[in-house]
């Protein structure tokens, strides 16, 4: 088991045999941090020195800053923070605020904007969410199409490699435009999943509800009124070896921040959404605390998640419940599976 956790206050790793290393970039926000090929990339921001990519081969011991992030100048845009790195074969993806998204083909060493999202033509109608309008869920598929989404602008697929994105966010609410609840674009995705296995099926957390789609994002299917205490939440993982698993960890709602209930409450559905049941064997029974959306992560081998309160919970596919691996760390903002060395 190997997990990279961003903190507020710098990274921490678990090595394969589970023991706990750091912190790294001590003092920076680890918005998100991977591992691919041998070398750790951090999505590193600070108050001083700004957004960053930060890059280590030799297990932290060194750490080497990408050449200057930054945006056009005739974009208008300026760049507030580096949230998600994702590889995709020789490739790295990189998703910013306000809604940008950058590629590396260097091994990070320098990045370049995407053009057709600077210049998408629904652009006018995205607007930054609570957390800045951040574009932080990236995936490729098994088929290699590319995903993202952006909160509030919604989800969008590429079938290009990303020289064009379309919309795909047919019937998500956004209950929070009451003159256009089901808009092309403008909808707050929380995070959007694609199964590793299965590259149609896609999942997503939204600000409002939890989400399902069967044919690459063209259709979906809300599912969080059959079981689930609230439809807000941010955090959603999956199984590799199941398309009809999913885990998500619900809030109270937008203006209570807080795991539902008073407990830290994961729920779980095994039949594609139909259902779900609470699945927390082994955690807190009380608790007022928050999972944020780079959170929570899976592999084969099981399901992780880290807490604003400093805590990191683990539980194998075929474990009875959970174990808590790590607390007392500063508030956790990402949780990754990948190696360390």
Known sequence: MGLLIGTRKGLFAFDDQGALHGPFLEGWGVYHAVSHDGVVYAAANSPFFGASVQRTTDGGE????????????????????????????????????????????????????NEAVLTHPTRERWQPGAGGMCLHSIQVAADGTLYIAISAAGAFRSDDGGESFTPINKDVAADFMPDDPYPEVGQCVHKLLVHPEQPERLWQQN???????????????????????????????????????????????????????????????????????????????????????????????????????????????????????????????????GSWS
């Open 62 to 113: 060194t750490w080497e800053r990408a050449e200057e992030l930054g945006l056009p100048e005739d974009s208008g845009l300026t760049l507030n923070a580096a949230w998600h790195v994702e590889p995709a074969g020789s490739r790295l993806w990189l998703g910013c605020d306000p809604g940008a998204l950058f590629s590396s083909d260097d091994g990070g060493v320098s990045w370049t904007a």
């Open 207 to 337: 600000h409002c509800g939890v989400y399902r789609s069967d044919d690459r994002g063209d259709n979906w299917v809300r599912l969080d009124k059959n079981g689930l205490p609230s439809d807000f939440g941010f955090g959603i993982a999956l199984d590799p070896a199941d398309p009809d698993a999913a885990w998500v960890i619900p809030e109270e709602s937008a203006a209570n921040r807080v795991t539902s209930g008073g407990r830290l409450g994961v729920y779980r559905t095994r039949d594609g959404g139909a259902s779900w049941e609470l699945d927390s064997e082994g955690l807190p029974d009380r608790a007022w605390t928050g999972v944020l959306r780079e959170a929570t992560s899976f592999d084969s081998y099981g399901v992780y998640f880290g807490t604003q309160s400093g805590s990191v919970f683990i539980r194998g596919h075929q474990a009875d419940g959970w174990e808590e691996a790590a607390s007392q760390l500063p508030p956790i903002l990402s949780v990754e599976s």
